[in-house]
């Protein structure tokens, strides 16, 4: 690939999501615009740029989606869902005892391993939740990837990664070489496209948010920016969990690791946060917009 | 070091099951059978098997079955690796003392985190 269409694209993605490419990207882009490309009928990636140079929106936003579409399991990582039911639930059921009801968001939804493992976790929990409301927000930046996330339905290879057979079993439903998860796991998450860089305070505030991920790809600003947003939107005593390559620690006050609890974050007192109010004057759009 | 009793009347399959067991860190023993397989077991219990289904002799359900009988016979973590993808093949499996199920095709993502889920491998957390 030529150093002109590499900077174009790493440009447009950095515009269009903030995904923050470093110069040695160009297999990635190679890989995963190459078919791409080649289903709009072009012969590659010198020829994709000068469409999209054309300014072909619908192209634009596959580009955007082909690249910022991660790969997924269900329980990955299996750590985090361990916190999640022994640690964070445990702590809600009592805090929310007189409520009754909980909130999450699962930040980087995408294709819906994430916010359905919750879900199973939720409902192996059994008779401690009967009675409460629970929602569980899958946001994504890709619609394609929330159609699927929607269906529930998951290839033989899919449901094989990280999925206890007897989950499998107990949740899914066999539809020849498919498997489709059960309309009452389905109706616990509710799925809506979301790009992290714009405004997502009308989500309203989650007693635990999953942002497992996808901070990764965004530079230093912009992390900061979403952890100072996302701390508006979580509860005093709410819980942040992120991925296991991923930090607060020297970039933001607003969360605070939990001893012990690796991924684990908890909001620190607003009032604290208020009290340095420069770093949240950093808005990566703004910034962007002027280059 | 674990050992790992791969049982499948393939040799291909058993050459491709071989691989990924051995880079997880096991010793492969191999049998076509689940007579052979039985042989092997009464010699010594393997920490591991990965089981096919269909096969000449004594099958894969058959050989679960007689396994979980004999003394020490509980404690191998037994894996299907199986074409029988069928829900009711998987349930009865499950029902008859198998700790694990993997439907063909498979691969080392699959093994992985079906020996880690029945605690034959460690975990380690995926960096993004």
């Known amino acids: ?291 | 070091m674990k050992t790992c009793l791969v049982v499948d009347d393939s040799s291909i399959v058993r050459k491709v099951a071989r691989r990924i067991v051995e880079s997880l860190g096991f010793q492969v023993i191999e049998a076509e059978d689940g007579v052979e397989a039985l042989v092997h077991c009464k010699k010594a219990m393997p920490e591991a098997i990965l089981l096919d289904w269909n096969m000449p002799v004594m099958d894969g359900f058959q050989f679960l079955g007689t396994l979980r009988r004999m003394p020490g016979g509980d404690e191998p973590k037994v894996v299907f690796c199986t074409t029988e993808t069928g829900i009711d093949h998987i349930t009865k499996a499950m029902g008859g003392g198998a700790n694990e199920y993997i439907m063909k095709p498979f691969d080392k993502d699959i093994v992985m985190a079906k020996f880690q889920e029945v605690g034959l491998v460690e975990r380690e957390e995926s960096a993004a």
């Open chain 1, 1 to 291: 690939m030529n150093a002109p269409d590499y900077e174009y694209l790493r440009k447009l993605l950095k515009e269009r999501s903030g995904l923050d490419l470093s110069a040695d990207k160009q297999y990635l882009i190679e890989s995963r615009l190459l078919p791409l490309a080649r289903k709009a009928g072009l012969a590659g990636i010198p020829e994709l740029v000068q469409k999209l140079q054309g300014g072909s929106s619908a192209l634009i936003t596959s580009v955007v989606e082909a690249m910022t579409t991660n790969e997924t399991f269900f329980f990955r990582d299996k750590v985090p869902f361990d916190h999640f039911r022994d640690t964070i639930m445990p702590e809600i059921l009592k805090a929310r005892a007189g409520k009754r009801s909980v909130r999450i968001w699962c930040a980087a939804g995408s294709t819906g391993q994430e916010p359905y493992s919750l879900a199973m976790t939720l409902k192996e929990m059994g008779a401690a939740l009967t009675g409460w409301r629970v929602e569980i927000i899958a946001t994504d930046l890709s619609q394609e990837v929330l159609e699927k996330a929607k269906s529930g339905v998951y290839s033989q290879f899919e449901v094989q990664r990280g999925l206890p057979i007897q989950h499998l079993v107990k949740y899914f439903k066999q539809n020849g070489e498919t498997w489709q998860i059960n309309p009452e796991l389905r109706a616990m998450v509710q799925h809506r496209q979301l790009n992290l860089l714009q405004d997502f305070s009308h989500l309203g505030t989650f007693d635990v948010i999953f942002c497992r991920n996808v901070l990764i790809y965004f530079d230093q600003e912009t992390k900061i920016n979403i952890f100072n947003r996302l701390a508006r939107q979580i509860e005093t005593d709410g819980f942040l969990v992120l991925g296991a390559a991923e930090t607060v620690v020297g970039l933001t006050d607003t969360f605070r690791p939990i001893v012990d609890r690796r991924g684990l974050y908890k909001p620190n007192d607003p009032r604290a946060a208020l009290a340095k109010p420069a770093a949240e004057s950093a808005a990566p759009r703004m910034a962007m917009a002027g280059r």
